[in-house]
């Protein structure tokens, strides 16, 4: 295999999907980088739900992220709350409105489609687009913004309960699922 063809293939279907996120964002008035910012809102957890760590998962400047969140905030699809523990910590969430954005544009639904008719529904190449993303990650020492329950913090303390050996605090199952900006693939 060719390494030119596999990143042209790699980049054109990147190209293909950011034009139907923007189709599908422009319904609600919104750029690609305001819905996957809104994605990742959606999917981590308790201690990645932060700008900082929103900055970091993009890869795109403070300013950039502050502009994008302040007009998600705007448009009332976003919350912004100071943490409890620490008042200079501000932690993301979605409103019901950011849900339904979401629900709405996110996958586009020309993806959704296509993958449905590859063999296995695109299991084989999920696993195989996995290794790939998890090798670059390692290759330029970024972190993985995988899910808890594939971390080698991850701890299982009995039937349905289960924490975090990093944080020494308890995860529930959704918490198990969702993406953190501390996450070690388990065996790494």
Request: net charge neutral; charged share 25%; aromatic share 4%.
């Amino acid at each position: 295999m060719a390494v030119d063809r596999l990143y042209a293939l790699l980049e054109r279907i990147g190209n293909l999907l950011r034009t139907e996120e923007r189709a599908a964002g422009l319904r609600h008035g919104l750029q690609p980088v305001h819905l996957q910012a809104l994605r990742y809102v959606q999917s981590c957890n308790r201690y990645s739900n932060t700008p900082a760590a929103l900055t970091e998962y993009l890869g795109l400047t403070k300013g950039t992220v502050s502009q994008t969140l302040l007009l998600l905030e705007e448009k009332g699809l976003l919350r912004k709350e100071a943490s409890t523990e620490d008042r200079r910590v501000v932690h993301l969430s979605l409103t019901e409105a950011g849900r339904a954005v979401l629900d709405d544009a996110l996958p586009p639904a020309l993806f959704a489609r296509v993958l449905g008719g590859l063999p296995e529904g695109g299991r084989v190449l999920e696993e195989e687009l996995t290794g790939l993303l998890r090798s670059l990650q390692a290759a330029n020492a970024q972190r993985s913004f995988g899910a808890c329950a594939t971390c080698r913090h991850f701890r299982r303390e009995g039937p349905g309960r289960f924490s975090c050996g990093l944080t020494q605090e308890p995860l529930s199952r959704e918490d198990s699922l969702l993406l953190c900006r501390d996450h070690e693939a388990a065996g790494a």
